[in-house]
């Protein structure tokens, strides 16, 4: 992959194997935590495993994802909708306690801390990742299209559950893009590594 040079002047390569392989993990250990947790909503609020919500869309509109992205672009692009996540998530917390109140400390209620914890555990090493791609980027958090996401249709506190248990499977989803789009970014190794594999191409050709 081409280099890029940064607001700073510096160039960098792309993010290396080790740093992907890092975050990739962590997305695949936030997917299965949301895969307990919606397990463990169906169970709490007697949902059919079947159960579809918002016709099978995500909530959050991110333009779709394209091999004619750079590395920044689609890295940017998951950071966002996982920074969405986060918001809607916290929301949804919120708004399920002040209705239902809080639980008694559960196996759902920890697995909820769970979900909540190891998304922003994402957030942080994809911040990283982001900083190893384009140098310092000054990241900020951008709300403004979380408040744009409505709630729950009716005051009703069945439509509250239906839209609490749509906001997991939006973190379900957004994992789940992680580990795709990490796995489609091309790889670089370090330069350390890359003399060492010389030398032992060199070592190993035939005088």
Known sequence: MAGMRTRSGRTFSGPSRTTLARVDA?????????????????????????????????????????????TRDKLWRLYSALLQCRGLLVRAVTQEEEEFGGGEGGEYESQRKTVRDRLGHLLDSMR???????????????????????GPTSGGAFELKLWIYRIFSEVEHWSRMTTATLRSIPLVMSTAGGRRAGKRMRRGKPK
């Open 128 to 150: 990283r990742l982001l900083e190893e791609v384009e140098g310092a980027p000054a990241i900020t958090a951008n709300t403004e299209s979380i408040e744009q996401i409505d």
């Open 26 to 70: 962590i997305a695949l250990e936030l997917h299965h935590e949301c895969t307990l947790l919606l397990g463990l909503y169906r169970t709490k609020e007697s949902f059919s495993p079947e159960l579809t919500v918002g016709n099978g869309r995500p909530m959050l509109s991110m333009p779709p994802p394209s091999s004619q992205l750079s």
